[in-house]
């Protein structure tokens, strides 16, 4: 009797899944096989357009760079015959692009650990231990996600002038830190408002203190949003410039986008050395984001909709 | 940069979970913020508050000497043609991009949507710019845009026009920045858009097929209805961006010709370093910070009221 089962298993379950599945792209509507391949070859077209225009830069900056200042064709076109190396020497030499990365690099690092150490710590009370005080705490820190770099700068230049912090490595980082941590502590508190309290409840019960809580049972469970952090936090840093600029004024000791920037402003014409110097600040971030693609986007989608 | 979407007070949870445990009520919890409170006391805080005193001063940048002036600096800011020409051209950066980058990045995120090959590399080619810096990325458009030998012109000359200074009229060089700065970040409205679509239910749109409904009133009547958190993120985002740009601006045209392509931002630059009007600089910060946050604070709220007429 138990032959007359029409269906395998699998294809209620598969039926099932579809049903829930909201994955799925929406099916298309019924319109003639003729409308629907017009339409896609649109959307395909529409889509080869953004792409094109999304690498444009790109590809004009490498052309330019591979070219001597002599070498009066296109823009359009790659140097035939032989790469012209020297627009990244003058840049190395006279944009100190090289030091600029190391400074970035240093700059970027510290930071991230403190916003993510500063943050983590911070969210911990203000998620779980929700008083009158640390509610306006929380609204005040993500208030100052508002504020732009410019709208403080003289009062922050002239402030870190007479603690002779400007062109300091620790003045700058902590200036980084300033401008990334409200973000961070948002997102910590987002996520650990999300964690079941029990567990820290056990810990409690087992005789734990709070400090042994947040450090044993707590940070371990932030990965997935400390990646986020991180992944926010190093692209924002590596990439200031608002402030760095007039923090950072030392050709020594500037950060990448103002030695961009300066190299940029000085070099005036000699713009094969300024793609050179654009394509190797863009070099790390690219080679990074090649490797980490996945986790970028889902990190930056994770940050944006909290 | 991100998260001011929810901008309200947490909620305290019902039966105040808090307290479920005392030592999660023990106040000593609070020691743990208080690293971060001092950084951002000391280094923005701090900043922003001394910047509304100096901006009823006087004072030129760097010599000791400065004196109270009262509202002076303020009805200076009703006055400055320039200042109107920054604050308008503010408005335009910031409005434009974000409406550029809602239409097109929520087409992308449709066509992108849909299951096809090389969707993946699609959309990591579309969202490559926003990880380079902005400085880079005007560096990179202005050799695009140059008069002799730049890219743009080329191509101008080869469809039979005339070689064009791009970046020497206002009008073209404001259109222009607008262009790079939506264009560079677009790819954000897309991945909000994306995630946005992906968690709309399959079955919203049989239903709708079931009764009837063709391609544009799916899209009506449950795509637009239900992307609306994703449409508050992003025109948050963009609007917040868009009002404080300043790298674009600083590398194509920093400001020029003349004053007319400043943004507010810029042109407190200009006013502090160049001009040594420290004093006056101050006063525009204050304005644009109290714009930014206003212009935010409105979007969010009129957006977020939508989400819960919704629900």
Redesign the interface.
């Known amino acids: 009797m138990t032959t007359t089962i029409t269906e395998p298993a699998g294809a209620t379950a598969e039926r099932g899944i579809r049903?829930t599945?909201?994955?799925?792209?929406?099916?298309?509507?019924r319109?003639g096989r003729a409308g629907r391949a017009v339409g896609s070859i649109a959307?395909g077209f529409?889509?080869l357009v953004?792409?094109v225009?999304?690498?444009?830069?790109?590809y004009?900056?490498v052309t330019?760079a591979l070219k001597p200042r002599s070498d009066?064709s296109?823009?359009?076109v790659l140097p035939g015959d032989e790469w012209y190396w020297q627009n990244f020497t003058t840049a190395v030499d006279r944009g100190h692009i090289l030091g600029a990365i190391g400074n970035s690099a240093l700059v970027t690092l510290v930071s991230t650990l403190l916003v993510c150490a500063?943050?983590a710590?911070?969210?911990?009370?203000?998620?779980?231990?929700?008083?009158v005080?640390?509610?306006l705490?929380?609204?005040g820190?993500?208030?100052?996600?508002?504020?732009?770099?410019?709208?403080?700068?003289?009062?922050?230049?002239?402030?870190m002038n007479q603690l002779q912090a400007v062109n300091t490595y620790w003045g700058t980082i902590?200036?980084m830190?300033?401008?990334q941590?409200?973000?961070a502590?948002?997102?910590y508190?987002s996520f650990m408002?999300g964690l079941p309290?029990s567990i820290?409840?056990a810990a409690?019960v087992d005789g734990a203190?709070?400090v042994q809580?947040?450090f044993r049972v707590v940070f371990p469970m932030l990965k997935p949003v400390t990646a986020t952090v991180v992944i926010?936090t190093s692209?924002?840093v590596?990439?200031?410039?608002?402030l760095s600029v007039?923090l950072m004024r030392s050709p020594d000791m500037r950060t990448?986008?103002?030695a961009?920037?300066t190299f940029?402003a000085s070099s005036g014409s000699d713009?094969g050395a300024?793609?050179a110097?654009?394509l190797m600040?863009?070099v790390p971030?690219?080679a990074v984001?090649l490797v980490l693609?996945r986790y970028?986007?889902k990190g930056?989608?994770a940050?944006?909709?909290? | 940069?991100?998260?001011?979407s929810?901008?309200t007070?947490?909620q305290?949870?019902r039966g105040?979970?808090?307290s479920?445990?005392p030592?999660?009520?023990?106040r000593?919890?609070?020691?743990?913020?208080v690293?971060?409170?001092a950084?951002?006391a000391?280094?923005?805080?701090?900043?922003?508050l001394?910047?509304i005193v100096?901006s009823f001063t006087n004072w030129n940048?760097y010599s000791p000497g400065r004196s109270f002036i009262g509202l002076e600096n303020y009805g200076r800011l009703f006055a400055d043609p320039i200042f109107h020409t920054a604050l308008f051209n503010t408005f335009i950066y910031g409005f434009g991009s974000t409406l550029i980058q809602q239409v097109?990045g929520l087409?992308?995120a449709l066509?992108?949507?849909?299951?096809m090959r090389g969707r993946n590399v699609?959309?990591?080619?579309?969202?490559?710019?926003?990880?380079?810096?902005?400085?880079?990325?005007g560096?990179?458009?202005?050799?695009?845009f140059?008069y002799n030998?730049?890219?743009l012109n080329?191509?101008v000359v080869a469809l039979g026009g005339e070689r064009t200074a791009w970046l020497s009229d206002s009008n073209t060089a404001i259109a222009l920045i607008v262009l790079v700065n939506s264009?560079q970040f677009v790819g954000?409205s897309m991945?909000?858009y994306?995630?946005g679509l992906?968690?709309?239910?399959?079955?919203y749109?049989e239903a709708a097929?079931l009764d009837g409904?063709?391609?544009l009133q799916?899209f009506m009547n449950v795509t637009v209805p239900l992307l609306q958190?994703a449409f508050a993120?992003?025109i948050v985002?963009n609007l917040?961006g868009g009002?404080?740009l300043?790298?674009v601006i600083?590398?194509l045209t920093g400001g020029g010709p003349g004053y007319s392509t400043n943004s507010?931002?810029?042109l407190?630059?200009t006013a502090?370093?160049d001009n040594q009007t420290?004093g006056y600089?101050?006063a525009m910060?204050?304005a644009?910070?109290i714009l930014?946050?206003v212009f935010?604070l409105f979007a969010n709220t009129m957006l977020n009221r939508k989400r819960l007429e919704l629900q």
């Open positions: 049903f599945d909201d994955r799925r792209p929406p099916a298309r509507p319109a959307i529409g889509l953004a792409i225009l999304q690498l444009l830069p790109f004009i900056t330019t009066l296109s823009q359009w500063l943050g710590l911070a969210a911990y009370p203000l998620a779980r231990r929700t008083s005080t640390n509610r705490v929380m609204v820190i993500v208030g100052l996600i508002m504020v732009p770099p410019l709208s403080i700068l003289v009062p922050l230049y002239t402030m902590l200036v830190v300033a401008t941590l409200p973000l502590i948002f997102l508190a408002r309290l820290e409840e409690a203190s709070p809580i947040l926010l692209v924002a590596w990439n200031e410039y608002a007039y990448i986008a103002p961009i920037g940029f713009l300024a793609a110097a654009s600040s863009v971030v690219l984001y693609q970028f986007i930056m989608v940050g944006a909709e909290k | 940069m991100t998260a001011t929810s901008l007070l947490p305290r949870r105040s979970r808090s479920a445990s030592r999660f009520a023990r000593s919890l609070n020691l743990f913020y690293p971060a409170l950084v951002l000391l280094f923005t805080i701090w900043p922003l001394n910047g100096l940048g097109v087409a992308l066509a992108l949507d849909r299951a699609a959309r990591a080619i579309i969202y490559l710019p926003v990880l380079v810096s902005p400085v880079v990325m560096t990179m458009y202005y050799l695009f140059s030998s730049g890219g080329d191509l264009l954000i991945v909000i994306l995630a992906q968690s709309i239910p399959v079955m749109y097929r409904a063709g391609a799916q958190p993120t992003s985002l917040i009002l404080k300043f790298d600083q590398v507010v931002s810029t407190i630059s502090y370093f420290a600089a101050s910060g204050v644009l910070f930014i946050a935010t």
